[in-house]
């Protein structure tokens, strides 16, 4: 019995997460205005019924859709901003990662969410709970770094935070408008200028000591 009940629920959530994957396709290609609970139906091979047996509709989906996906980015984040002393080389790292790597998918559904939070108090809540999460969080990294002297203690951090997160919805508005972002060669040093603007008293010594950690870090990976 225990068993039979385990697995019942391992179909269930197996099932959900199917719906997730198919909905978030869908919200991407087609819109989340144009996509219907059979469209998602279709993609993920469920019955309409099996849908509204597991969500009440497709505001719903929406919702578990931008709280998975966006808060996969946002533990990505803060874990990669948590292993970098100098938060605001940290910043100039993930720049480059999104210019190198990007995640078009991602940065789509969030243009989503942004216009359906326009017409929906319930997507709106979600999204700036992982907004305001976000900022939150870079804040908190932001004053301990002006504490250890890393970035200038002047600077207000609140809006240091902001400057951090904006470009990313930047290039998510730029992207569904068919504009084609600046190459790296352009971008980063830009970045980089921006970052050292706000830099503190300690800020040099802390860059030289994450350089040397890497060519470390390097050294160590070719002789393994």
Same mark, same amino acid.
């Given at each position: 019995?225990?068993?039979?009940?385990?697995?019942?629920? *391992? $179909?269930?959530?197996?099932?959900?997460? /199917?719906?997730?994957?198919?909905?978030?396709?869908?919200?991407?290609?087609?819109? +989340?205005? $144009?996509?219907?609970?059979?469209?998602?139906?279709?993609?993920?091979?469920?019955?309409?019924?099996?849908? +509204?047996?597991? +969500?009440?509709?497709?505001?719903?989906?929406?919702?578990?859709?931008?709280?998975?996906?966006? @808060?996969?980015?946002?533990?990505?984040?803060?874990?990669?901003?948590? =292993?970098?002393?100098?938060?605001?080389?940290?910043?100039? !790292?993930?720049?480059?990662?999104?210019?190198?790597?990007?995640?078009?998918?991602? /940065?789509?559904?969030?243009?989503?969410?942004?216009?359906?939070?326009?017409?929906?108090?319930?997507?709106?809540?979600?999204?700036?709970?992982?907004?305001?999460?976000?900022?939150?969080?870079?804040?908190? *990294?932001?004053?301990?770094? *002006?504490?250890?002297?890393?970035?200038?203690?002047?600077?207000?951090?609140?809006?240091?935070?902001?400057? +951090?997160?904006?470009?990313?919805?930047?290039?998510?508005?730029?992207?569904?408008?068919?504009?084609?972002?600046?190459?790296?060669?352009?971008?980063?040093?830009?970045?980089?200028?921006? !970052?050292?603007?706000?830099?503190?008293?300690?800020?040099?010594?802390?860059?030289?000591?994450?350089? @040397?950690?890497?060519? =470390?870090?390097?050294?160590?990976?070719?002789?393994?």
């Amino acid at each position: 019995m225990v068993q039979n009940g385990r697995r019942s629920q *391992q $179909r269930s959530a197996a099932t959900r997460e /199917r719906l997730l994957d198919a909905a978030a396709e869908a919200f991407i290609e087609r819109g +989340y205005e $144009r996509t219907t609970v059979a469209d998602i139906a279709r993609r993920a091979s469920v019955t309409v019924g099996a849908i +509204y047996g597991n +969500y009440r509709g497709k505001s719903e989906i929406l919702l578990k859709v931008i709280r998975s996906r966006l @808060k996969l980015q946002n533990d990505a984040v803060e874990a990669f901003v948590k =292993t970098t002393p100098d938060v605001n080389q940290a910043f100039v !790292a993930l720049t480059r990662g999104r210019n190198e790597r990007g995640r078009p998918e991602t /940065r789509a559904l969030l243009l989503e969410a942004f216009a359906a939070a326009r017409r929906d108090p319930n997507v709106r809540a979600v999204v700036a709970e992982l907004m305001l999460g976000m900022v939150r969080f870079m804040t908190s *990294q932001i004053r301990a770094a *002006q504490e250890k002297g890393l970035i200038d203690a002047k600077v207000h951090a609140p809006s240091l935070a902001w400057l +951090y997160l904006i470009p990313a919805a930047g290039e998510a508005f730029a992207e569904a408008s068919g504009l084609e972002l600046p190459p790296q060669k352009g971008w980063i040093p830009v970045v980089e200028r921006i !970052a050292a603007a706000f830099a503190g008293p300690n800020a040099s010594a802390a860059r030289g000591l994450n350089q @040397k950690r890497r060519r =470390t870090h390097e050294g160590q990976q070719l002789l393994a």
